[in-house]
């Protein structure tokens, strides 16, 4: 169908709240990925997964964070917990295959502000 | 530690004029190269990429981009912008097919 969709679009959340944000990739795209994007900053990589195998975790900066792929389609990214800090957009990419073989597809993101 | 820099953070240039964006890159090995653009509040979008072969690439809208090896570059050009080009511009490298690292971004203005 359409390209990456992601939802909600906007988040205000509490400090110390929990939020959920979801990822709907493309169909068919294997990999997923979730990005960190502050202000005036580019993405920085959070995780990685492959159909529904969580690859690579290594760009999560605390245990707050978590993300899931359970049916190797749509996917969560839950923070628990939020800190200002936190606050950011949170984008979704989506490829046929890994990176290196096929391009990213992105999401317009969620912007979360946790004040 | 891997890394990508865009030394530019800000470029204006008048309709018309061409264009080049840098990017310059820290690796053991070549990586697979990319340029992304992203227009206020939307996702980015891919302009171009290298893997392999030719080291000039032609993306959409009319963009390329040439791998320099040597110089650990991969700059991006436009010979003559347009205004609906103004945008933030990303450089990213991939090594495998798992993460890519981002540059921070250069931010097109376009004057008329």
């Known amino acids: 169908g359409a390209g990456v969709s992601q939802s909600p679009r906007y988040k205000v959340a509490k400090r110390g709240q929990d939020v959920a944000l979801r990822c709907d990739p493309i169909?068919?795209?294997?990999?997923l990925f979730w990005y960190q994007q502050a202000l005036g900053q580019g993405p920085e990589f959070l995780t990685y997964?492959?159909?529904?195998?969580?690859?690579?975790k290594s760009g999560l900066p605390s245990d707050r964070f978590f993300a899931e792929r359970p049916e190797g389609s749509v996917s969560t990214l839950k923070i628990q917990r939020t800190q200002q800090e936190d606050s950011a957009v949170y984008l979704c990419?989506?490829?046929?295959?890994?990176?290196?073989?096929?391009?990213?597809?992105f999401g317009n993101g969620t912007r979360l502000t946790v004040t | 530690a891997q890394s990508v820099t865009q030394p530019d953070i800000h470029i204006t240039v008048s309709e018309g004029a061409s264009l080049e964006l840098r990017c310059n890159y820290s690796?053991?090995?070549?990586?697979?190269l990319f340029w992304y653009v992203q227009s206020p509040g939307q996702g980015l979008q891919l302009l171009l990429k290298?893997?392999?072969?030719?080291?000039l690439v032609q993306g959409i809208k009319g963009f390329e981009a040439e791998f320099k090896r040597s110089q650990s570059s991969f700059n991006l050009r436009k010979p003559s912008v347009h205004w609906s080009d103004a945008a933030e511009y990303f450089c990213?490298?991939?090594?495998?097919?798992?993460?890519?690292?981002f540059g921070d971004g250069t931010t097109l203005t376009v004057k008329p």
């Open positions: 990419a989506s490829s046929l295959a890994g990176q290196g073989i096929s391009p990213l597809h």
């Open positions: 169909s068919g795209h294997v990999s």
């Open positions: 997964f492959q159909n529904e195998a969580q690859l690579d």
């Open positions: 690796y053991g090995a070549t990586p697979y």
């Open positions: 290298y893997f392999s072969g030719d080291t």
């Open positions: 990213a490298v991939a090594f495998n097919a798992g993460k890519s690292t």
